[in-house]
């Protein structure tokens, strides 16, 4: 079986001068000028993306809508309410459950569940601030995530 192509991408800078609920806080303006350069960043080193699954927070929304922007294919975007505030092995679970008829995924969440998951996947400790991102290859299906070999073919955060 082909190898996978996961891409974990953190949420760009929130603002947290409101009084809004965290799922509903809006991006900065920092954020807003960091998305786009992570979207740069997977049009210039990324083949395609056939799945973007983002989280239901407004910053995570805002940072795929203003990252996928910049991408000449848009990927369907799945917004799933179990990448909100998932730990790693919630987020392993929505990976394992990704239809074997994808192979290139983008993850839109948080940390630490994001900086979480690729060490429980590749077992090396990567730093993930706002919108970075971690691209891994991942050995065999979906559903053998995290029990077969993955590992970090790049990671880090464009800069804006």
Do not use: C, F
Request: charged share 20%; no cysteine.
């Amino acid at each position: 079986m082909s190898e996978r192509t996961l891409i974990l991408l953190r949420h760009s800078k929130s603002d947290w001068s409101g009084n809004e609920a965290d799922v509903d806080r809006p991006l900065a303006k920092r954020g807003v000028r960091q998305a786009p350069e992570a979207g740069r960043w997977l049009a210039r080193n990324v083949d395609s993306i056939d799945l973007a699954v983002v989280s239901p927070a407004n910053r995570a929304r805002r940072t795929w809508e203003l990252a996928s922007a910049e991408l000449d294919n848009k990927p369907p975007t799945l917004i799933d309410d179990h990448a909100y505030a998932a730990s790693a092995s919630q987020l392993l679970s929505l990976v394992r459950a990704l239809s074997d008829d994808v192979n290139t995924v983008v993850l839109v969440g948080h940390n630490p569940g994001i900086e979480d998951l690729v060490h429980l996947l590749t077992g090396d400790g990567v730093s993930m601030p706002t919108s970075a991102l971690a691209v891994i290859g991942l050995a065999g299906s979906w559903s053998t995530a995290g029990q077969s070999s993955a590992a970090v073919r790049a990671s880090g955060r464009p800069p804006a």
